[in-house]
């Protein structure tokens, strides 16, 4: 039986994994600008790319629809049941240990600002021992002022549902405790979800005692980093 993460949890029609993610949810939302930035940043074309919490598939699909090799890893079957013509392995990111090196090590969905200060080091561990001497690790984090404005919403692309951060709240300092929303006409499902904001120099630090080094900030507004094996 596969437990829930402290701090996590969710409801809604259909299976939720350990983190409160719901996997019908995640079938429904767009991939957004995360698969051009991953391809813009890659070394080569047709790269081997390593995607660390994959869910069903999301980015997956579009990075195989251009060429690339991925190896997508999650903790829920029920979101790899739902993943198409890339490899995938059944693991929390923690304790992934495949024995292999890739061009690209993919680490979205703001998973490095996990409010465990233990699992953020054990991810970016896992980056640094999956990728290859000359490859990238690939990081999406939150950009600054994130929360600045609580609650907030916004319409999904397609116009059919909505999203609010309904709650967020400092439990300790740097600690948030946070509510999210997804609403359709047709269903409604809620994640809990902890996370500590970092800053430029937090997470550079963050990288630095996981032996990565920042390369550069691919977006404006530093949501998304390339860091390199130092």
Not at 16 to 22: E, S
Not at 41 to 47: E, V
């Amino acid at each position: 039986m596969r437990t829930t993460r402290v701090g996590h949890s969710g409801t809604g029609p259909g299976a939720i994994t350990p983190d409160g993610c719901a996997v019908e949810l995640y079938t429904r939302l767009p991939a957004g600008d995360e698969p051009d930035v991953v391809a813009r940043a890659a070394p080569r074309p047709g790269a081997s790319i390593l995607e660390l919490g994959c869910g069903v598939g999301r980015v997956t699909h579009p990075l195989v629809e251009r060429g690339f090799v991925v190896t997508a890893v999650d903790e829920s079957p029920e979101m790899l049941e739902r993943v198409r013509g890339a490899r995938t392995v059944l693991s929390s990111i923690e304790d992934l240990a495949l024995g292999e090196r890739f061009d690209v090590v993919l680490l979205a969905s703001f998973l490095v600002n996990t409010g465990d200060l233990g699992v953020r080091a054990a991810l970016l561990a896992t980056c640094l021992r999956h990728v290859a001497a000359d490859g990238v690790v690939l990081v999406q984090r939150e950009g600054e002022g994130f929360y600045d404005v609580i609650p907030r919403e916004q319409v999904m692309r397609d116009g059919v549902g909505r999203m609010a951060i309904t709650s967020s709240e400092e439990i300790e300092p740097g600690l948030r405790a946070n509510q999210v929303d997804y609403v359709f006409p047709d269903a409604h499902w809620t994640q809990f979800f902890r996370t500590r904001h970092l800053p430029d120099a937090a997470f550079e630090h963050a990288l630095a005692e996981a032996g990565l080094e920042l390369d550069a900030y691919l977006t404006p507004d530093h949501v998304w980093a390339r860091a390199l094996p130092s």
